[in-house]
């Protein structure tokens, strides 16, 4: 199948300094893709390259075989994206907004605006003027507006900036609904690995502008060693045998262990026989958190200049 | 290209600023009609003598013209002979009693208005979006960004035009109302190559405006290329408003001094001068001005097209 979207060797530098490094990367129909690294990583850069806001300095992307470079216009025709807030016409409504859009995509019909407020749950207030609304309605309207020429391509720059948990899940409800139904592939940046992992298929890290890694959620949640955090009462003289057999961690109110799924069950029970109290024991994708830790905290918690 | 359009329109008729713009432009108009109006009934301008007077007048012309010799005023004056003769000869009174014309006339001072809320909306229309970070939803579309542009500078011309349109049939409305239609034909007197000419005064008025709004034009042009270059509307408005006023006034003194001066804008954006009176330097033609005109008019969409279609967008 071909790539809906390619990255070859991707730099972009602006004056002297190198903001995004020879970055090569690509998207498979259907798929969501993640855009993880903490704050100035170069997620947003990427992103405006891609969708054309931005020049490229080297290298190529492609967007279904087309160049952003060359063929601008084709290429630009597959994206639906929201670049960092999605900032709209203050003064106009909701759905006049949407007007707007529709009119620069050819074959958005009536139906169909009225279709996509509905699934973004917009339609109480799309009559509104978009300065009264919300972050979250905002980010709500901004999905309507990439949505509406129904893209092979979307991209979310922060997608769940501003909206509430209910409206976070929704979200991730919907890319499920749009890349399993009707093939979209999408691509979504954050800064947190818990929501990523919920959403994505894979996720690049990206740190300084490079390309650390891709790693495969799914491959990562089925590996034999799953990270877990058990939570205990105090764990006396058990810190023993937990080290030695288990190589646990300790925390502060308990312990994380790298187990397989099916040992965790003798393990509780020997905490149990131990006279251990014991709270609960979640799954925890550590590894991959802690990849992302490790690399965050090289700038030691500074955004790296 | 259509549609582009069609949103621009819809952006700015959606401000109340353009309401308030429009209401002024009217208010305008209907300030001049009362005050004309008023005039009008204290004192009947309606003079039974304008025969003698006329020939008084060319009496007085010729007697200037043969003790002066000023290529400039020379011409001038033989226009205003030849126009005088030609009133005497066809019994046409150089001022008749106010009428729809004569308003439609005045009323172009409200055109300078129109001039600035043209300026107003050039400075606004590409660094708006930059300012309200919506640039980056409008470019993300499948159109080439010289189209955006490009849609945006139609829609600035339009707005000019829409303007000098309320205020030229607005105009004549209230003339109509306030003045009536002349009683007899009034035509307009033209002096083209030694010979008096009469013109249609509805048509001679729209040439007029039109004449009028070059210089609203190129500043307006100007306008528009430095929003899209700066992304700062305010930098925009400043510095075309600033040049709007005293551009021309400048110019105009500088003139006296420097023969490069009739390279400024200003110097040929008054294209009336080649028929009454004469241009700021002599060695000016009506060729010259509209080259100049030309060579502003394209430097600046190159500046502003070019810059614009290069530019990063991290608004
Ligand atoms: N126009 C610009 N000029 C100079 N440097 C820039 C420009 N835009 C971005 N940068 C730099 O590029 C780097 C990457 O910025 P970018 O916005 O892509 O980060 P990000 O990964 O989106 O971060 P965040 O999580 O904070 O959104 C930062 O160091 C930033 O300072
Ligand atoms: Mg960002």
């Given at each position: 199948m071909e790539a809906v979207l390619k990255l070859e060797n991707v730099s972009k530098k602006i004056g002297k300094k190198t903001i995004i490094d020879n970055l090569s990367l690509s998207v498979q129909p259907g798929e969501v893709f993640g855009f993880l690294g903490p704050n100035g990583a170069g997620k947003t850069t990427t992103i405006r390259m891609i969708v054309g806001l931005m020049k490229i300095t080297q290298g190529d992307i492609a967007i279904c075989g087309k160049s952003i470079q060359k063929d601008f216009e084709e290429a630009v025709s597959h994206i639906g994206?929201?670049?960092?807030?999605?900032?709209?016409?203050?003064?106009?409504?909701?759905?006049?907004?949407?007007?707007?859009?529709?009119?620069?995509?050819?074959?958005?019909?009536?139906?169909?605006?009225?279709?996509?407020?509905?699934?973004?749950?917009?339609?109480?207030?799309?009559?509104?003027?978009?300065?009264?609304?919300?972050?979250?309605?905002?980010?709500?309207?901004?999905l309507a507006q990439c949505l509406l020429h129904e893209p092979k391509l979307l991209i979310l720059d922060e997608p769940t900036n501003g909206l509430d948990p209910a409206g976070i899940r929704e979200i991730r409800d919907q890319l499920r609904t749009l890349t399993k139904e009707k093939g979209m592939s999408v691509i979504v940046s954050s800064?947190?690995?818990?929501?990523?992992?919920?959403?994505?298929?894979?996720?690049a890290i990206i740190q300084n502008g490079r390309l650390v890694d891709v790693q495969n959620v799914k491959d990562f949640l089925d590996t034999d060693q799953l990270a877990f955090v058990v939570e205990t009462g105090?764990?006396?003289?058990?810190v023993t045998w937990l080290k030695e057999d288990w190589g646990v961690e300790i925390l502060e109110n308990g312990f994380s262990v790298l187990a397989r799924k099916e040992e965790i069950p003798a393990l509780l029970k020997r905490l149990i026989d131990s006279g251990v109290d014991l709270y609960g024991a979640k799954q925890v994708s550590k590894s991959l958190e802690d990849r992302f830790l490790e690399i965050t905290d090289m700038a030691g918690g500074q955004i790296n200049g | 290209m259509v549609n582009l359009i069609i949103n621009e329109w819809v952006k700015h008729f959606r401000k109340a600023g353009t309401y308030v713009m429009i209401g002024l432009i009217l208010l305008v108009v209907i300030g001049v009609g009362a005050l004309e109006k008023y005039e009008e009934i204290k004192n009947p301008t309606f003079n039974p003598d304008w025969k003698e007077e006329l020939q008084q007048q060319i009496a007085d012309d010729k007697k200037f013209l043969e003790e002066n010799k000023n290529d400039n005023i020379d011409s001038m004056t033989e226009r205003n002979i030849a126009i005088n003769e030609y009133r005497l000869e066809n019994n046409l009174p150089p001022s008749p009693e106010k009428n729809i014309w004569s308003f439609v006339y005045d009323a172009n001072m409200a055109v300078e208005l129109a001039g600035l809320f043209t300026i107003i909306i050039a400075a606004g229309i590409v660094a708006s979006e930059f300012s309200g970070g919506t640039i980056k939803l409008l470019l993300v579309?499948?159109?080439?960004?010289?189209?955006?542009?490009?849609?945006?500078?139609?829609?600035?011309?339009?707005y000019g035009?829409?303007?000098?349109?309320?205020?030229?049939?607005?105009?004549?409305?209230?003339?109509?109302?306030?003045?009536?239609?002349?009683?007899?034909?009034?035509?307009?007197?033209?002096?083209?190559?030694?010979?008096?000419?009469?013109?249609?005064?509805?048509?001679?008025?729209?040439g007029l405006y039109l004449l009028n709004s070059i210089n609203l034009l190129m500043i307006a042009t100007m306008a528009f290329m430095i929003s899209a270059v700066f992304r700062n509307s305010s930098l925009a408005l400043g510095i075309s408003l600033f040049l709007f006023f005293i551009g021309s006034s400048v110019t105009y003194i500088l003139s006296s001094y420097f023969d490069w001066v009739k390279y400024i804008l200003f110097a040929n954006t008054d294209l009336s001068v080649y028929t009454d009176g004469g241009p700021m330097v002599d060695?000016?033609?009506?060729?010259?001005?509209?080259t100049m005109l030309i060579i502003y008019f394209i430097a600046f969409h190159a500046l502003a097209f070019g810059i614009f279609k290069k530019r990063d967008v991290s608004a």
């Open positions: 994206a929201i670049v960092e807030n999605p900032e709209m016409y203050k003064h106009l409504t909701g759905y006049q907004n949407l007007v707007q859009y529709a009119r620069m995509h050819k074959g958005v019909s009536k139906e169909r605006i009225n279709e996509v407020i509905q699934s973004v749950g917009l339609t109480n207030r799309i009559n509104e003027k978009v300065k009264t609304y919300s972050l979250g309605m905002r980010q709500r309207l901004g800064h947190l690995l818990s929501e990523m992992e919920m959403m994505c298929d894979r996720i105090p764990l006396d003289n058990s | 579309r499948p159109i080439s960004r010289s189209k955006i542009l490009l849609s945006k500078y139609i829609t600035v011309v339009l035009v829409f303007y000098l349109a309320i205020i030229y049939v607005f105009s004549c409305i209230l003339g109509a109302i306030l003045f009536g239609m002349p009683n007899s034909d009034v035509p307009h007197l033209a002096y083209v190559d030694g010979q008096v000419v009469e013109r249609n005064m509805g048509i001679y008025l729209i060695s000016m033609t009506l060729g010259f001005s509209i």
